[in-house]
Structure formats: structure tokens, C-alpha cells
């Protein structure tokens, strides 16, 4: 295992922080401790900072100007919460940096910060070039003022090369966007980046999908980039652009606060009693940036969660991964989730991508007597009650569970392909396209047994989920659903087969999960598998609890087994994955029903059961629901101890959930 450095903290104050011990103090600790760290590795004049590890596809000079830029926003969010006050010396030694990395923009020496391109070309140096004018703009009066006219102007020289470079068609849009904020801020605005910003703010229409969710890009694309760059550019800058005018800053004074207020009514649900937020989507290395609205909401007033609550939520998810190893030996943020991890990471991850974490930090923008800070710290929705929320844009519904902490996204809608690609000869993303993600699980390797999966086995070939068509989201006194369909996908030169058609339901209570699968137009000798949550054998936890995963076959499933998936998880050296099987109705219909279930138990429980660490007891679990009727045309229940009922009409394909004792 790799070895792994704790920073050092005040002593916690559980009196304000009854959950976390966490104070503002703490965050400017570990604030300091992470730039102290990555500062062992710079250049000789500070332009880069060469971060031990493996290179990203961008090479190490790339790798160094993204120690640099992302680092500068944490020391940004630092000095500028403190109002200027810098015992460190951060700001000059960025402002060196600045210096030399500008003086020869592209030239080949370990100071020159390579230039801004289009994004198929050499464009990632203009991602960093946001966090970098971002942190000039927060940091101007102690940094960018003391600068020197020409140093100035070749610093806005680099810096407008991201204006006139092609983004990658996503939030990248939102990066010159940021640029051309700075520089109109310092008196060095003009048409480019007028239209920079013009552009970014016309497509974020576009790609506004309701109740607080963009998509990343056209298409069905949504991930924790909604929070830590969607929603964050645009209200940062708003509120940046208030100060600097010297205007007060009132609730909700733009469309941006509106949308971030309302996309907190649903991100507040998405972190557990751990403090983890749900695993699922791209750049999961980026860790608890996934809790920057939450900040950035609190200083504004967009937000729906007391100052409380809201730093429970960012407290909490800094504190999990300190406490799992995220930091290396050096006082390093990994590449992985809690220690490293290579299958979480993307192509263009570098050894200073996970600092992307930075953004967690504007937190630090609220001074020390904000309400953020002062108010006593409350439990996370997550730990007050059960919770079903259903999310339409994306198509996700949210089912968490006071007892053990544990939240669960149903995704119903979230598939990761641009407008333009085709359903056939895609591949399904595991970070996007699985049915489920959870906050203590994470999703198996692609060569691995997928976990929460349908697929359709066929002449030896796999059709799956590639384009989800959302059916829609809802809940009911303490229930909740979710439906899609999608037509199953097959490699090589059958890619698809008419009329083969699977349309998905899940309905949820508690713990429970009853999932649904209606397969019409079945190829001759076709036969389906799907499995479960995925967890590992060294499930133990300090509260002596183990996770475990059950699934239990309901109607039309055959048979089930546990698979490993050697490869592990984020959170599993080792998974194993419960899988059903079940054969398929030529040119029919096949109604499949299974029973799921992901929870923490006591771990004296789990190791006196007959089956593998980890599976509960099948019949116990069938109890938990009565008077199942399963046909061609309805699928019907009642859960036990309820008096509510709940029908899925096959034909129709809806689900109707009565009302609580109206069964």
C-alpha cells in the first residue's frame, strides 16, 4: 500500500464542528500545507511546478504550468479571503513565476509556459490559463498592481492567446470566458473579449437543461462539471465583478444565483454521512471540488442550505479524503480517489490535475466572521432522513438512507455522448453509463465484470446501454422511480438488431430497489445479464460495519452468481459483483424483476451468513416486499409494512405509486 502524510491541524473544535471538528483555521492549514508541498518541486524561477509522477498526454511541460495554475488558486483563494494577509509569501512567489513563464511564451527551457492552441492542437495550457487569471483577478492588489508595465503586458500577451484558440466543445467555453473577465477587469478589454464572453454565456443558454443542471456540451452529458465550472465561472464572476465595483452583494441578484440556488436544492443530497460525494463522472480525481458550489452558494446567498449545513457538506468532503490517503508521502494530492488509483484517471490527468481541488477553497472567500464559519456546524441531508429525489433534466434519482449514511444515484438519463454521435459503435463510458453510482461504491474497470448493468448476450457479443432515452423521474410519500430505454448496442458489424428494444424501471424505498427490465424484439437464442453493486472483501470499517451487496432474482431470472473484478473499484483493491441471468423471448417480450440492495450492516452479521462476505440473505430480502404479480402486461407490489402500492404497466410502460394507507 502506499504510504500517505497527514497535514498537521489545530485541535478540532467540535463545539462549533460537532461533525467534523473543522474550523476556518483548518482550511487555511491545509490550504498552506498543500502549496508548501507542491513548492519542494518547483522550476528554478517558480513558472512550473514539476510534480512527481506519471506525465499527462500534454507532456511534463504542460504538466508543470498546471502545478503552477492550479496551485495559484488555492494561494489566491487563501490571500484573498485574508484580505491581502500573506505570512507565507504566496503572492511573490507566483508573481516570480508569472514572470518567467510569460518572458518566452513556447520556448524550450524549464521557465517558458508552452503557448495557448486550439484544443485538438495543444489546447489544455488554456484550461490553466483560466485558473490563472482567475487568481490574478481575486489577488490583483498584491500581485498583478506590483507588476511592471511590460511584465504586465506580456502576462495579458499569453493570456489573450486563449481568446483566439477553438475550445473543446464543453465547458472549455468558459475558460477564455474567465480570461476575457480579467482582462476587462484591469482596462484590456476589446472585441475578443467582448466576444469571448458573448459566446460563453450564449452557448451556457444552450446547454441550460431546467432546475439548476446544464449539460456539458451538447448532448446528455452531466457530471460535478455542472458545479466546479457551469455554474461557478459565471456566479464567480459575478461576484467578483460586485467587489470590484464596490456594489453589495444581495441573494439572488442574477439568473446565474437563481440557477445555482436551485441546483443546490438537489447537489446538497449528493454527499454521505462519510462526507463523500456519489462517485460517478469524469475527473473524479478532482475529489472534494465536487463541494464548490456549496461554497461558493453560501457566500453569495443562492443557496437553499443553512451556513450550517453548508459547511458540514464542504468540511466533511475535504476531511474524508484526508482521512483516506489522498495525500501521498510528500504532502502531495494522488492520482486516484483516496490513495492512487489508475483506472480513475482520464488521459489528460497529470501529476498536477488533482489540484482541480483547489476550487473547493473559494470557501475561503467568506471572511472569518461569515455565517459559513460561525454558525454551528448541522447534519448533511444525507444524515437527518431518508431522502427519494428525483432530478428530471438528468434523468437521476437520488435514494439515501439516514441508518447507514449511503447515497444512491439512479441514472436514467446521463449517458456521456455528444449530440452528434450515433447509439451504434459507441462505447458505454463506466463513469457515465452505468445504472447506478453510489457514495460507497465506485464503478468497476471496463475489461472488468461491469457493475449495475444490463446487457444482451448474443452470438457471443455484448449489446449495451450507449444512448439513454430518459422516461422520466418521480416520487411518492417515501418512494421514488425512475424509466429509460435505450436499444442494446453490439460491437463490430451486427451493431444493432431491429426491433430489439429494453425499456428500464427502478422503484425504490429505503434500502430496497426494485429494478425492472422489459425486453422486446429479442433475437433468437438471446439471453440477458445484470448485475449489482460492487464491493470488495476488505469491506470492514472503523465502526465496525461491513458494506454489502445483494441482489436477488424477483421474476424471469434463471440464475445468479458472484463475479470478481480483479481490477477493483476506487474504493476496492478487489470487487466482487453479483450477476443474474436469464433467457430471452425470440421475437417476444421478457419481463425480468430482481431485487437490489447496497447497505452497511454490523460486521459479526455479515460473517455469520452461508454466502460470500458482503451478499445477504436472499429470502430475507424477498420478505421485504409482498404480493408480487409479474406478467406480460403489469408488474405489481406492495412493500412490506406499507400500505402503499406500486404498478408498472408493461404495455404503457408508466409506474403508478399510490399514496401512503390509499393502497
Known amino acids: 500500500m502506499a ?26 492549514a491545509i ?128 493570456l489573450k492567446q486563449a481568446l483566439v484558440s477553438v475550445p473543446a466543445p464543453n465547458n472549455w467555453y468558459l475558460f477564455p470566458y474567465t480570461v476575457a473577465g480579467f482582462l476587462e477587469s484591469v482596462g484590456r478589454g476589446d472585441e475578443n473579449t467582448a466576444r469571448a464572453r458573448r459566446r460563453a454565456l450564449r452557448l451556457l443558454e444552450n446547454w441550460y437543461s431546467g432546475d439548476g443542471w446544464y449539460t456539458d456540451g451538447d448532448g446528455g452529458s452531466y457530471d460535478y462539471y455542472n458545479g466546479w465550472a457551469l455554474h461557478l465561472y459565471p456566479l464567480l464572476d459575478h461576484l467578483l465583478s460586485q467587489r470590484e465595483a464596490g456594489t453589495a452583494l444581495t441573494s439572488q441578484q442574477s439568473a446565474y444565483g437563481r440557477r445555482m440556488h436551485r441546483h443546490l436544492q438537489d447537489l446538497g443530497h449528493f454527499f454521505g454521512s462519510t462526507g463523500a460525494p456519489v462517485y460517478f463522472g469524469r475527473s473524479m480525481t478532482y475529489r472534494f471540488a465536487a463541494a464548490a458550489a456549496v461554497g461558493l452558494g453560501a457566500i453569495t446567498g443562492d443557496t437553499p442550505l443553512t451556513p450550517g449545513t453548508s459547511r458540514r457538506i ?20 494522488s492520482l486516484g480517489w483516496h490513495g492512487p488509483h489508475q483506472a480513475t484517471l482520464q488521459g489528460y490527468s497529470g501529476p498536477a490535475s488533482p489540484y482541480w481541488a483547489a476550487k473547493a477553497f473559494v470557501a ?25 429525489v428525483p432530478i428530471s433534466a438528468p434523468g437521476f ?31 458505454p463510458d463506466p463513469l457515465y453509463s452505468r445504472w447506478a453510482y453510489s457514495t460507497h461504491t465506485g464503478p468497476t474497470a471496463a475489461a472488468n465484470q461491469a457493475d449495475n448493468t444490463f446487457t444482451v448476450m448474443w452470438r457471443g457479443a455484448k449489446g449495451e446501454r450507449t444512448r439513454v432515452h430518459p422516461m422520466g423521474v418521480g416520487a411518492v410519500g417515501g418512494s421514488g422511480w425512475a424509466a429509460s430505454w435505450h436499444r442494446p448496442s453490439f460491437p463490430g458489424r451486427a451493431a444493432s438488431y431491429p426491433g430489439l428494444r429494453v425499456t428500464s424501471m427502478v422503484v425504490v424505498r429505503g434500502t430496497l430497489e426494485v429494478r425492472i427490465h422489459i425486453v422486446e424484439g429479442a433475437p433468437a437464442g438471446a439471453s440477458a445479464q445484470a448485475s449489482g453493486w460492487a464491493c470488495g472483501a476488505e469491506d470492514g470499517t472503523e465502526d465496525g460495519t461491513d458494506l454489502r451487496s445483494t441482489l436477488v432474482p424477483l421474476a424471469g431470472w434463471t440464475h445468479s452468481v458472484q463475479k470478481v473484478a480483479p481490477a477493483g473499484t476506487a474504493f476496492h483493491q478487489v470487487a466482487e459483483v453479483p450477476v443474474l441471468h436469464a433467457e430471452l423471448n425470440a ?70 405509486i399510490s399514496k401512503q394507507g390509499n393502497s
Open 3 to 28: 504510504r500517505t502524510s497527514v497535514p498537521q491541524l489545530p485541535a478540532p473544535d467540535k463545539q462549533l464542528s460537532p461533525f467534523t471538528g473543522y474550523t476556518r483555521q483548518h482550511w487555511e
Open 31 to 158: 490550504a498552506d500545507q498543500l502549496l508548501a508541498a507542491t513548492w519542494h518541486w518547483q522550476s528554478p524561477q517558480g513558472a512550473r511546478l514539476d510534480l512527481p509522477g506519471p506525465p499527462s498526454g500534454s507532456g511534463v511541460r504542460l504538466d508543470g504550468l498546471e502545478g503552477y495554475a492550479r496551485t495559484f488558486l488555492i494561494a489566491a483563494f487563501r490571500v484573498a479571503g485574508a484580505e491581502g494577509d500573506d505570512s507565507h509569501g504566496w503572492m511573490q512567489k507566483y508573481a516570480e513565476g508569472l514572470i518567467a513563464g510569460t518572458a518566452h511564451p513556447g520556448a524550450e527551457d524549464p521557465e517558458s509556459w508552452p503557448k495557448i492552441e486550439d484544443y485538438d492542437v495543444f489546447g489544455q495550457p488554456m484550461v490553466e490559463s483560466a485558473s490563472i487569471a482567475l487568481g490574478l483577478r481575486m489577488t490583483r492588489a498584491w500581485l498583478w498592481d506590483k507588476l511592471s508595465a511590460d511584465q504586465q503586458d506580456r502576462a495579458a500577451a499569453w
Open 314 to 333: 464542504l468540511s466533511g468532503a475535504v476531511k474524508y479524503f484526508i482521512d483516506a490517503g489522498a495525500l501521498d508521502q510528500h504532502g502531495l494530492l
Open 364 to 388: 475561503l472567500l467568506a471572511p472569518a466572521d461569515h455565517p459559513l464559519w460561525t454558525a454551528v456546524e448541522e447534519p448533511s441531508p444525507a444524515e437527518t432522513a431518508d431522502h427519494v
Open 397 to 427: 434519482l437520488l435514494q439515501s438512507t439516514a441508518k447507514d449514511g449511503i447515497v444512491r444515484l439512479h441514472n436514467h438519463g446521463n449517458d456521456h455522448l455528444r449530440a452528434i454521435n450515433a447509439e451504434a459503435g459507441s462505447k
Open 587 to 656: 421475437d417476444g417480450r421478457t419481463v425480468l424483476v430482481s431485487l437490489a440492495e447496497l447497505t452497511r450492516a454490523p460486521a459479526e452479521e455479515s460473517s455469520q451468513q452461508e454466502h460470500a462476505k458482503g451478499v445477504r440473505d436472499s429470502e430475507m430480502l424477498r420478505d421485504s416486499i409482498d404480493a408480487l404479480r409479474v406478467t406480460e402486461s403489469e408488474v405489481s407490489f406492495t412493500w412490506a409494512g406499507q400500505a402503499q402500492h406500486v404498478r408498472v404497466d408493461v404495455e404503457t410502460k408508466t409506474v403508478a
